[in-house]
């Protein structure tokens, strides 16, 4: 099965809870709505140097006006803690590996916390602290004693309802003081989230025990397809790179002691919690075009990142000016921000707009370490881990101790679980090892860096040297940025700290995409590539790029960033619907942009339909199915019969042709990688991939597998959803749920999950299409895996014409009206206006808070 979202909930919850809250509606509403902030009026808080205005529009979205820098931030901090100080709090949890002090004996938990002391994000995020630049610091700093001003004198209930429930089975004491560092280590789970392809490479391990051939398991893992689906940069002008050759495995991965090194290694992965996406459906869109194809005649910008669905969603909305423009206060700002962090994220400010993508560099590696005792074997030699011990306290239990181990290469991370120590000894009297096998983790996120600079800085970019400047700071996850301004150009900047690998003449893997031998020191990185090397464009001649995952530049050019891409056919499809609209001087508007990022097009259905629709069903009934596909328009809306019958035989083709040859935790999830793969299968009707081998006695080809697989899908959808295709429709099995991290999960009692649970709303789309409502075929379920987490649509001629939605709302609290307020516009593809100049921003004001000294 594929990787999954660590779903942290309580194992029980008193009964007490559910009487407390049944026995009278009026306690019910006093318990929930108890946390609401006031968003009106005078507040005071500590340590401004002048009066804060607070503005909120009609969803609670904030703009906040300061005349400093410091006074800016620590609003930003008060205002953030006042709508969502329990997402931060359980974020800092899960990043400082404390998880079992917030919410007591849990398994879940204590695993999390086990794997992420291992990895020391906190330890990392402290290092950090010592290296950022002192502005970073300072807005860090002051947005800290902002969260802590609005914490002071409250009780848990005053804070958050969740503290009200934990508290029926948990101790609950005030919260501590927000430490600066705990922001610093919330971008630690951002990077790993995003990181890239460690799950492609540990995965390639996995396959080859099944099916024993390098050459069979690239058959899974094929080249990008840039004939038919082109790379952000086309035409790039860099220096040749080079690539990977098929050559011998330096590992023998069907020794069983180094796979159940790999086995208890992906254990460990699997307790991380997943606080920003997780699965091949995390990712993004992002395109950016020229005035010359506008009506404005500026450019246009448009992004949608692809992340988990949550209860509240991932970002929030807010507007941050200086009353005055200066270089002492110098940022007008508005877009989409971290609960937790300073600053914006992704948006515009006065003189440029940006969006980011994940690139999805390899800056990731698994090392397979020989290993006796606390010993690793160095080449010809050994040399010592480090090893340190880590105390998890938990809640209402005992602590619970760890040993960590880290090689040169990182963390030990396939004894966190199972311990595989004990299976090795000395060298024997040849020199020879009878070892045990121990998977360290190198990343690029475990070393101190300045991301945090990278946030603050883009907030006051203007122009593309700027975008270059952050380029170099955004180390980690590496994004592609998209970048336009209000004098009329548009680029693109290639940022990340991407390890350089040594080419190791006629092995695998010198390219990152296999576990690496760590006792030979020539698979070490190393360095970095030079940020200045990095791939980057400024007004490209045809006035558009469209950045959405896939390949950065043509292979063999440029300095080498990943093999694993999504395979494009999503950005394809954006840079086709562009070009079709701009050809022969079509215009394009913000109503364009947002239709786009609606798109429902199945590229799934481009390259199945035609062979489908070859074979021949001859039983009527079995054949209602493919009937719909005769006349569908190709479009995954909610409302179709055609794409509901599609999804459940694109599964059945991929269950049935794969699940055979693969192990369990390989099934495939239907993502771009597979799309690609089946269409290179179908010019081969024999490939011994279509045998179905649980068949004894019949060898299947192409058209068996594709018939049988229309075949289960009409009789599959029949039971599920009735006898009559017309009474089917993609919505009915495609549910968007967003779900609360803590509290939302089946252990909890009914009555609280539908209250921090928002109800599920049937929506269109899928993978790899533009509007990417991920699902996972592996699983029996087709519920949305991962979407767009906000969408936004920035016009450079008018950024008063902007548009914007959030996934859910910009509030945190389950009692309040933002809670949900978006997330039936953003179900439905639509969007709000999004008002920038302080006109703009003052007439749709419905709350106005001033905070004074």
Known sequence: MSRRAVRLTLLSVAIVLVVALVASVVAAVVVVRRPLPQTSGTLHLDGLSAPVVVTRDARGVPTITATTSADLFRAQGYVAAQDRFFEMDYRRHVTAGRLSELVGKNEDALEADKVIRTFGWRRVAQQEWSIIAPETKAALQAYADGVNAYLAGKAPSQIAVEYTVLGLQVDVDAPEPWDPVDSLAWLKAMAWDLRGNYDDELSRARTFTSVGDVDKVDELFPPYPQDLNAPILSKAEASPSATATAAELPLDLKDADLQRAIDSANKALDAVPHLVGDGEGVGSNSWVVAGAHTTS??????????LSISAPGIWQQIGLRCAQVSEACPYDVSG????????????HNDELAWGLTNLGADVTDFFMERTNGDVVQRDDGTEPMTVRSETIKVNGGADVTITVRATRHGPII???????????????????????????????ALAPGHTADALLAIDVAHSASDIARVGRLLEVPSQNIVFATTDGHIGYQAPGRIPVRAKIQGAVPSDGTWPRPGWDSSYDWQGYVDPSDMPHALDPDDGIIVAANQQVTPRGTGPFLTSDWDYGYRSQRIADLLAARTKDGGKLDVADMG?????????????????????????????????LLRTWDRSSDADSPAAAYFAAVWRNILRTTFDDDLPDSESPTGDSRWLEVVRTMLDEPSSPWWDDRTTPGLVEGRDEILTRAMISARRQ?????????????????????????????????????????????????????????????????????????????????DLDSSTWVNLTGSSGHPGSKHYTDQFSAWAHGTTFPWPFSAAGVAADAHDRLTLTP
């Open 297 to 306: 005649g500026k450019p246009l910008l448009a992004n949608d990142p692809h």
């Open 336 to 347: 989409f921000s971290f609960a937790a962090m300073p600053g914006v994220v992704i948006g």
């Open 717 to 797: 959808l029949t039971a599920t959803l009735g006898r009559n295709p017309q009474d089917w429709s993609w919505g009915k099995l495609h549910d968007a749920a967003p779900e609360h991290a803590v509290l939302g999960g089946d252990s909890v009692p009914a009555l609280v999950r539908e209250l921090v649970n928002p109800a599920p709303i049937a929506v269109g789309g899928g993978s790899s299409h533009v509007d990417a409502t991920a699902w996972d075929a592996s699983e029996d379920s087709y519920d949305v895996t991962s979407a767009p987490s906000m969408r936004m649509v920035v016009d450079l001629g």
């Open 595 to 627: 239709a786009l990022q609606n798109d429902k097009h199945n590229p799934y259905a481009d390259v199945l339909v035609p062979e489908l629709l070859k074979q021949n069903i001859p039983d009527a009934f079995d054949a209602d199915g493919q009937r």
């Open 414 to 444: 396939s004894d966190v679980m199972d311990d595989v120590s004990a299976l090795g000894d000395a060298p024997g009297p040849d020199g020879t090892y009878s070892h045990a096998y121990a998977v360290s983790l190198a990343w690029t």
